[in-house]
């Protein structure tokens, strides 16, 4: 869902109460991924799964959830 990863991205799981550990995980990761782009227009980093760059070879996805992963679909 859209905007779904707000709380998520500016870390205001604490003002709902109903975060889990895992929902701090994915909160810090998520972090890490926008400032990584923020700063250097990239998102990658070493100590996160790949998140691939958008291209005419095919349309690359990145699935945010219990498993953050990318994969590639036919266009």
Do not use: C
């Not at 810090?28 to 691939?52: C, D, E, G, R």
């Amino acid at each position: 869902m859209h905007a779904a990863d707000q709380d998520f991205v500016f870390v205001t799981l604490l003002e709902r109460r109903v975060a889990s550990g895992q929902d701090w995980e994915f909160a810090h990761q998520l972090v890490i991924y926008w400032t990584n782009f923020a700063k250097m227009s990239n998102l990658k980093n070493s100590a996160l799964p790949f998140w691939p760059t958008y291209g005419n070879d095919g349309l690359n996805i990145m699935e945010l959830g219990n498993v953050i992963e990318s994969f590639q679909v036919s266009a």
